[in-house]
């Protein structure tokens, strides 16, 4: 039965106790661990956030009815225990910040009982996602865990001191906002004051912080939450947390700077790395010819090489016909895979044709001095002399092609390198290499839509000796936008934004709308440019990414405190779920259920692969999974 803690204060946290405390009262509280019986002793390890302090219980220091608790206790009893410190009567324990001392306790009170918990409160032992994710509040109280989230709130606290030592202002923008879709979806929420129409959950502060800027703030920061309602991808969030900061009167190198003190910062302080400063800088261009990513991992080379001139007149017709289309013919020298055998490069081929590749041509350039390849009889021998002699092959060296549009020959080239590198163990854990990518091209064609669209957003500045181009060669325009990279991984992007109304006018133009369009979604901001604007720039950093690089962990939701799977739902609260009819009539929306095609019922049940034992939630809803909901607007009379 549980106790009150009436009249019991908490003096230490576990780990607060220390040697320098031996023989003194203290008074802790925390969970059980584990408790162990040896007769007249009873040791029981407690845990609090900080970390573990055992405790002593003696048949001949306690009461009867203290000591029969003390046997009763099991793991996850919240205690209050009072007693002195004493060094440890048997061995150290190295592994434990108080692994010289106990507590000889002389006061046990048992705040609440736990049943058996469905998994050990432990980080070494594994536990499937979904049983995790069910139980997180029990999942918090594993010490990684815990180290993960005070790591988190170090970060911010450094960030908010760092800024604000900067001149900057903390200043928080709205949640409930103007749906301007421009990008990924955006989240509505229904107002029941104003029938039929819908705020926009922000995908990020953008406009807002613009207007700070048109405000006369100067340098406005914010650690802001973002909704974006994406597809299903693998370790992305529908809600995540930004830094994020906008600056007036600076340009690349000012907002640049900033960053790399900040980041200097961060890293030392929690992994006590010295971050090299300058950051090594490349532009996109160069980042896509050498590496075919735009935010490539530096920690290793294995980069690819242009041959397409060096194959140019040869009759293998899958080089000669990509190139007469106008793309390019690029490579990979994957040093000391020469040997491998056919099934492993086949492996290979099967994992390019997953990025759009037809296939995979290779050169095994074997260490016996024999050379095996899949297109020799389309080449000629002086050919393939120049191609492994362009590729810089030497004997053991394994030579991959892809050849098609650039776009395809990048995406196919650049995965494959990450995948052979973390296959064969090539990648330096040990290093941090950050990276400045520049130089963005300002629009990017879409197939979908049919239009050019924006590779960052609408405000973001191009390059004023490209504008020339924006009419008839807009893919050719850059813009002064910018990503830090770190290890592969994109910590946060920005750019400078547009503050001359003819360049904005311009943007829209190649972006498709209309004067009625752009004010229709952007007029606020488009208003406020008439009245005096700074130039101005900024950067956002997805802080859950940085923080799981801070931590070592390889998913984001080991550093989020109650994430969501991939399809958006809560395993643990059951959201998104059902509501009442009454909350629907108030915002006037009605729901009409129409009978699915077996496909989307197909998709439905193909879409649970984070957790298997989900049918429950299926089971708690009748027939959620056949009926598709179709939401419409109603006015109340």
Same mark, same amino acid.
């Given at each position: 039965m549980a106790e009150s803690m009436s009249g019991l204060a908490r003096?230490?946290?576990?780990?607060?106790?220390? /040697?320098?405390?031996?023989?003194?009262?203290?008074?802790?509280?925390?969970?059980?661990?584990?408790?162990? /019986?040896?007769?007249?002793?009873?040791?029981? #390890?407690?845990?609090?956030r900080s970390g573990i302090l055992q405790l002593v219980f003696d048949q001949e220091v306690l009461s009867e009815e203290d000591y029969n608790k003390a046997n009763s206790l099991r793991s996850e009893y919240v205690v209050a225990a009072v007693g002195t410190v004493e060094k440890r009567s048997a061995a150290i324990n190295e592994n434990l910040k108080t692994g010289d001392i106990e507590i000889k306790v002389h006061t046990l009170r048992i705040l609440s009982e736990s049943e058996t918990p469905p998994f050990p409160i432990d980080e070494n032992q594994t536990v499937k996602d979904e049983l995790r994710l069910k139980y997180r509040y029990l999942d918090l109280r594993r010490p990684n865990l815990q180290r993960n989230l005070r790591i988190r709130n170090d970060v911010t606290r450094m960030v908010r001191n760092f800024l604000g030592d900067e001149g900057f202002l903390e200043i928080e923008t709205p949640v409930l906002g103007k749906s301007t879709p421009e990008g990924a979806r955006d989240y509505l929420v229904p107002s029941r004051v104003h029938p039929g129409e819908f705020y926009g959950l922000p995908q990020s502060p953008q406009l807002f912080k613009q207007l700070l800027m048109c405000s006369g703030f100067d340098r406005y920061y914010?650690?802001?939450?973002?909704?974006?309602?994406?597809?299903?991808?693998?370790?992305?969030?529908?809600?995540?947390?930004?830094?994020?900061?906008?600056?007036?009167?600076?340009?690349?190198?000012?907002?640049? #700077? @900033?960053?790399e003190r900040l980041l200097k910062k961060i890293f030392k302080e929690v992994l006590d790395i010295d971050v090299q400063l300058p950051m090594l800088r490349m532009t996109y261009k160069e980042a896509m010819d050498r590496f075919g990513s735009d935010k490539p991992d530096m920690r290793f080379g294995m980069e690819l090489t242009n041959v397409s001139d060096t194959v140019a007149g040869c009759d293998f017709m899958v080089f000669k016909g990509a190139l007469e289309n106008g793309g390019s013919v690029r490579g990979l020298n994957a040093k000391g895979l020469g040997d491998l055998g056919r099934k492993k490069i086949d492996g290979f081929v099967d994992y390019a044709k997953d990025f759009g590749a037809k296939g995979l041509a290779y050169i095994q350039l074997k260490s016996d001095g024999t050379v095996k390849s899949s297109f020799a009889k389309f080449m000629k021998e002086e050919e393939m002399d120049a191609l492994i002699k362009a590729m810089d092959g030497q004997a053991g060296d394994l030579l991959l092609f892809a050849a098609d549009k650039?776009?395809?020959? &990048?995406?196919?080239?650049?995965?494959?390198?990450?995948?052979?590198?973390?296959q064969y163990d090539m990648i330096d854990k040990s290093q941090y290499k950050f990276l400045w990518v520049t130089e963005f091209p300002l629009l990017e064609w879409s197939d979908e839509q049919n239009r050019y669209t924006a590779m960052h957003h609408p405000f973001t500045m191009p390059f004023e000796e490209d504008l020339e181009f924006i009419d008839e060669r807009p893919g050719d325009v850059r813009a002064k936008a910018y990503d830090i990279v770190l290890n592969g991984t994109e910590l946060g992007g920005g750019s400078i934004r547009i503050h001359q109304d003819d360049i904005q006018e311009k943007m829209f133009e190649a972006l498709g709308f209309t004067k009625e369009d752009a004010y229709?979604?952007?007029?606020?901001?488009?208003?406020? &440019?008439?009245?005096?604007?700074?130039?101005?720039?900024?950067?956002?950093?997805?802080?859950?990414?940085?923080?799981?690089?801070?931590?070592?962990?390889?998913?984001?939701?080991?550093?989020?405190?109650?994430?969501?799977?991939?399809?958006? !739902?809560?395993?643990?609260? /059951?959201?998104?779920?059902? @509501?009442?009819?009454?909350?629907?009539?108030?915002?006037?929306?009605?729901?009409?259920?129409?009978?699915?095609?077996?496909?989307?019922?197909?998709?439905?049940?193909?879409?649970?692969? #984070?957790?298997?034992?989900?049918?429950?939630?299926?089971?708690?809803?009748?027939?959620?999974?056949?009926?598709? &909901?179709?939401?419409?607007?109603?006015?109340? !009379?």
């Open positions: 003096s230490h946290r576990c780990t607060e106790v220390s /040697n320098k405390l031996i023989g003194t009262e203290v008074t802790v509280m925390g969970w059980v661990q584990k408790r162990r /019986n040896l007769g007249s002793l009873i040791f029981a #390890d407690l845990r609090d914010q650690i802001a939450k973002c909704f974006r309602d994406e597809d299903l991808r693998a370790d992305r969030q529908p809600e995540f947390t930004q830094i994020d900061m906008e600056l007036s009167f600076v340009d690349v190198d000012d907002v640049i #700077d @900033v960053n650039d776009k395809v020959v &990048f995406d196919v080239l650049g995965n494959l390198r990450l995948h052979i590198a973390k229709n979604r952007f007029g606020f901001l488009l208003d406020a &440019f008439k009245f005096g604007v700074p130039p101005h720039a900024g950067l956002a950093y997805g802080l859950d990414r940085l923080v799981m690089w801070l931590t070592g962990e390889d998913s984001i939701r080991d550093v989020i405190a109650f994430p969501k799977v991939k399809d958006a !739902s809560d395993l643990m609260s /059951n959201a998104p779920d059902i @509501v009442d009819e009454k909350q629907l009539e108030e915002l006037c929306i009605k729901v009409d259920e129409k009978e699915v095609e077996e496909k989307e019922a197909e998709e439905a049940r193909h879409h649970q692969p #984070d957790h298997p034992d989900h049918t429950h939630r299926l089971k708690s809803l009748p027939d959620l999974w056949t009926r598709r &909901f179709s939401i419409h607007l109603f006015h109340l !009379s």
